[in-house]
């Protein structure tokens, strides 16, 4: 059986690994900034106290003629910045793009000593993950680095769902895993035109009253993202990595958001992306146990003594399955508060 506090930390599959070594950090939001642009550049020491994880993005949402700005300006910035506590990531572009080569050449020889993660766009299958582990080995032996640099994959095409598993147990440098839902929806041909979250059009709607089929009828939106949110969670939990919710692009809809970040955070995700400022308090509040979760989980654990039997608390049966799920809940909100 699997210790139910395995998750929190960012372990990857096989001993000995010095991934496996890593003690846990909070990772609640991944926050993204453009280092090609000088007034996102000019804000990440604020912000990088206020968030878990930043990221220096080089892939979508980067122009292709500010591909070598956005390398050099993640370099400066990364060299002039203490970032305490604060992990650092950054995406580099896609494996088959022209600029990923020197990316990695670039940031790990420049930075590499201050680089926690390298998310790595349109993974497919474990040999995306294969040629990155042998790379940074490459680069970082020659850099003399005395850390691994951790790899996070996103999940964003059919075949990397597919393939999920596989990837999840590539390599002990795996960190975690995120759901990109954006390009996730174009490579399967879905038909909506947003980024996450979910849309009017995919629902449910309760039977008829009567005769007439309009009447007194309530429709449900569902989670387009469910089936593989849980498969992740299922493949990274199974490997000892992170599972991450992405992106939520329609900034202004805060309630959206944290509903979108909340399914992610019941269905096992420990983090969602940040794509702006708002979003990085509604990721704090929604993955981090509320204190009543907190109250409850510690009356139940407290109760089962052992951690064997069952008892009753007001009206509702415990036993060692509940309080392993109260366990959970408990390690993170401790998790957090150290
Ligand atoms: C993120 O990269 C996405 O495609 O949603
Ligand atoms: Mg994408």
Redesign the pocket.
Known sequence: MRNPRAFLRPLAVGAPTPAAEIPFRPSRMIHFFDPSNEKMKAKVPDIAAKVDIILGNL??AVKTDKKEAARQGLVEIAQATDFGQTQLWTRVNSLDSPWVLDDFITLVTEIGHKLDVIMV?KVEGAEDIHYVDRLLAQLEARAGLDRPILVHA?L?TAAGVANVEEIAAASPRMQGI???????AASRRMKTTR??GGHPGYLVRTDPVGEDLTEGRTTYQQDLWHYTIARMVDACTANDILPFY??FGDIKDVVACEDQFRNAFLLGCVGAWSLHPVQIDIAKRVFSPTPEDVAHAKRVVEAMGDGSGAVMIDGKMEDDASCKQCLVMLDLAQALAE
């Open positions: 892939e979508d766009p996103i964003e995120s759901l990109g839902p954006a390009d996730l980024v996450g992405g992106p």
